[in-house]
């Protein structure tokens, strides 16, 4: 029922019950700050609706019953004594659901699935970010009328919602009522959280503040002001309600009645008053049009930084645009009180927390797309530091420890049951990653003075004090790699190589800033001379998995488990993100990327020439029970030469929650996977790495992609690339000029250079 029409909508072309939790994540409007789910408006279902505004979290109840029935699960995986102990858990709060507009014609109420739907359309526009619905609809009294919902979450103002909603008859003038307002009766995972403390009502519309719960004491507010139209654009009277729902009503006698619906949401994250200002706010908002002329202009912008045009392959364009439309999305544009968290804030699973798909999978698109975001993504980390100063001594270590689940208040919120994610202490050194990337591709000083060295400092620290020494070399021992299947390891090869970079970028860093940009952190931390002698050693002796055949073994002894075991019994491990419960700890089949991360993801330094060797291992091995397996893949096979793998993997990314891959979509799209469609095109079909404000690229073509264009930026600079089954130029969009290795050449890019697959020959256009 799902499918594209042109190359921004998303359309559902009838209505189908089962299908309503899915496509309510797939159809939710946000701008960074909120996020509101595909419900429909006219009924809030249960488990269906959600409004979330970031950062606001409490703690609620989990109840999870899981087996372990097999040894894996019960050795490795599940901690049963801690179990029994569970209960609570931070999560974010689905607050106010202020979509409610339900009309009722001749005496009917309209509820889709009470009459016949003659036609329904419902659509994500991603090039207005708008979710529009259009339903002609007969009742059983024979009345046919025309239902047109539009909404979106403005991308000029973080606070401002509008939705626009219409009742025409189409074989009747017969009388319109409307009634539009609040539902405050949602639940979070089941249970209701928010309860209504405070109202106002007025002039301009009314107000209702709730109150997340009590751990952190957060609270929102939602403002409304409902406009009502009969047929001839005439403004209607209404009248107030406030019996358990707060309601304005409505009624024509036209046969057309159209409401249109201003809200305002303000948080206690950003305002001593969310009420005062919610209410306040209306008076200050226009109608639908202002509301959608001030929309469309920022999100034009917006939307122009993340665009990718891909030319040849229409599927490919508008999936792309859709997965992109998500990313933008899900980020905070304004502030930094939380990050990129897996869900986005889509739904409710995993609680909006936020993990190591923040540094690695999501935050890339920002450092090049839109580089200010991303400094707010990082902004969130360090504002967290002195919790992760504290997580690193309640373990005996100095430094900072990250939380490998991290809420808003920066301690480890992992679920105390699951045993392995407490040594998934790669989270740390993917911090400092996210550090080093953002700072490699845009210079900002400022940063690093302020912030971004005083993190690193405290992460060297954290990682020096870790290591093992053993044979003459330094080791990382008892440590789970992003492959949840393999706990307890040793010498994780995606963990070894990514400490080695922060370690090795550090110095590198710390031997080349001037002491004014030194200072201020050296000072915070009281980093000493001895402290950076005992980084450089460590970086030198850190023990790098390589066998002699180029193989890099995901961890020590993992080429002696058998290659051959993939199944072995069944169990619970489903809600683990298995596809088979076996004895994984005796297998090398895997869950999700490690080592193949060092070749996409990470600019880890390996050879080339390695990389082909171990895709072909380790492909095959894989899984892919976790989303982010897919734009990993895809980078691969595209970097390996091999196009119809990336185009096999590239669709999977793009249409992980459409197709509903892992049956999962209900419970909010997958971020970190869709945020690897651009890229995909970026590392994999460009080829483009940056190193120190340093551009290198070598493209690979895709059967029957005629035309790939997207900008990006590196350091004050904007590039323009225009890649066909030809040539591909690199134009200077803006900004200084910029060093470009294309193909192992060096050139100056000032206004465009122009190069020729497969011949020695290059046009340049130098102004």
């Known amino acids: 029922m799902l499918g594209f029409k042109g190359k921004y909508k998303l359309n559902e072309d009838g209505y189908v019950m089962a299908d309503m939790p899915k496509n309510s994540s797939l159809f939710t409007t946000g701008n960074g700050y909120m996020g509101v789910r595909g419900s429909l408006e006219e009924f ?7 409004c979330f505004v970031r950062g606001v979290f409490d703690e609620i109840t989990e109840i999870v019953q899981p087996f372990a029935d097999n040894i894996y699960m019960k050795k490795y995986y599940f901690d049963e004594e801690k179990l029994k102990r569970f209960h609570k858990q931070d999560s974010c709060i689905n607050l106010i659901d202020f979509l409610l507009v339900r009309f009722t014609v001749c005496g009917k109420t309209f509820y889709p699935w009470d009459g016949e739907i003659i036609s329904w359309q419902r659509y994500l526009d991603t090039g207005s970010a708008k979710l529009v619905r259009k339903v002609r609809f007969k009742d059983e009294n024979g009345n046919i009328t025309d239902f047109t919902f539009e909404r979106f979450a403005s991308a000029a103002d973080d606070h401002l919602y509008a939705l626009r909603a219409s009742a025409k008859g189409v074989n009747h003038d017969g009388v319109i009522k409307a009634v539009s307002g609040v539902d405050t009766a949602v639940r979070t995972n089941g249970q209701p959280k928010s309860t209504v403390t405070e109202k106002r009502v007025g002039v301009n519309g009314f107000a209702v503040c709730v109150s997340a719960g009590e751990k952190y004491g957060h609270s929102a507010a939602a403002g409304i002001k409902n406009i009502f139209y ?3 654009g005439n403004r209607l009277d209404k009248s107030f309600c ?5 309601i304005y009503e409505c009624a024509s006698g036209t046969g057309s009645l159209t409401v249109e619906k201003i809200i305002s949401i303000y948080s206690s994250r950003e305002s001593d008053d969310p009420l005062f200002d919610a209410f306040g706010a209306l008076a200050a908002f226009g109608d639908y049009v202002w509301a959608e002329c001030k929309h469309l202009q920022s999100w034009n912008t917006l939307f122009s930084y993340f665009d990718v045009e891909i030319s040849g392959d229409g599927a490919a364009d508008a999936g792309l645009r859709f997965a992109n439309y998500h990313t933008v999305i899900s980020a905070a544009r304004n502030d930094g009180a939380h990050s990129l968290s897996a869900k986005a804030l889509t739904g409710e699973k995993y609680n909006q927390f936020v993990w190591w798909d923040c540094e690695i999978y999501q ?3 920002f450092i ?9 993504a990082l902004t969130y980390r360090y504002d967290l530091l002195d919790a992760a100063r504290k997580n690193a001594a309640e373990e005996g270590s100095r430094g900072a420890r990250y939380p490998f689940v991290s809420s808003v208040d920066g301690a480890e919120h992992v679920w105390i049951y699951a045993r392995h994610p407490f040594l998934q202490i790669h989270i740390t050194a993917d911090v400092a990653y996210g550090v080093l990337n953002y700072y490699s591709a845009t210079g900002d000083d400022g940063f690093m003075r302020d912030m971004g ?5 405290e992460i060297v620290r954290y990682w020096c004090g870790r290591v093992t020494e053993r044979g003459g070399k330094y080791v990382l021992d008892n440590v789970t790699g992003t492959d949840e299947h393999h706990p307890y390891v040793n010498n994780d090869a995606y963990t070894n190589y990514i400490v080695h970079y922060v370690l090795s970028r550090f110095i590198r860093l710390m031997s080349g800033f001037s002491d004014e940009l030194k200072n201020k952190a050296v000072t915070a931390t009281g980093y000493t001379d001895a402290e950076f002698e005992t980084a450089k050693e460590v970086a030198d002796k850190l023990y790098l998995p390589l066998d002699k055949n180029g193989l890099i073994p995901q961890f020590d002894g993992y080429f002696d488990l058998s290659e051959t075991l993939r199944v072995d019994g069944s169990g619970t491990g489903t809600n683990f993100q298995m596809k088979q419960a076996g004895l994984y700890h005796l297998s090398q089949v895997i869950k999700q990327p490690d080592v193949m991360l060092l070749f996409s993801y990470i600019n880890s330094g390996l050879p080339k020439e390695l990389l082909a060797v171990n895709w072909d291992k380790y492909e095959n091995l894989c899984e892919a029970s976790s989303s982010l397996t897919f734009p990993v893949h895809a980078v691969c096979s595209a970097l390996c030469d091999r196009p119809f793998s990336f185009k096999k993997y590239f669709n999977e990314l793009l249409t992980m929650d459409i197709a509903d891959i892992h049956n999962c979509a209900y419970q909010g799209v997958h971020a970190g996977c869709a945020a ?7 590392r994999g079909v460009a080829g483009i790495t940056v190193d120190n404000g340093i551009v290198f690229a070598e493209p690979h073509c895709v059967p029957g992609w005629k035309k790939v264009s997207f900008t990006f930026n590196v350091r004050s600079s904007k590039i323009k690339v225009v890649q066909t089954e030809f040539d591909v130029t690199y134009k200077l969009v803006s900004g200084e000029p910029v060093n470009l290795v294309f193909c192992g050449k060096e050139y100056l890019l000032r206004s465009s250079l122009k190069f020729f697959y497969g011949i020695d020959t290059e046009k340049k256009k130098n102004g």
């Open 44 to 50: 809030g279902e249960p488990g269906i609706q959600g």
């Open 230 to 232: 009969d047929r001839a």
């Open 242 to 246: 406030d019996d358990g729902e707060l």
């Open 363 to 365: 935050l890339p698109i």
């Open 368 to 376: 090049y797309a839109c580089p200010q975001t991303a400094r707010h």
């Open 453 to 457: 060295l005083e993190m690193l400092i």
């Open 676 to 682: 690897g469609g651009w890229f995909a095109v970026f």
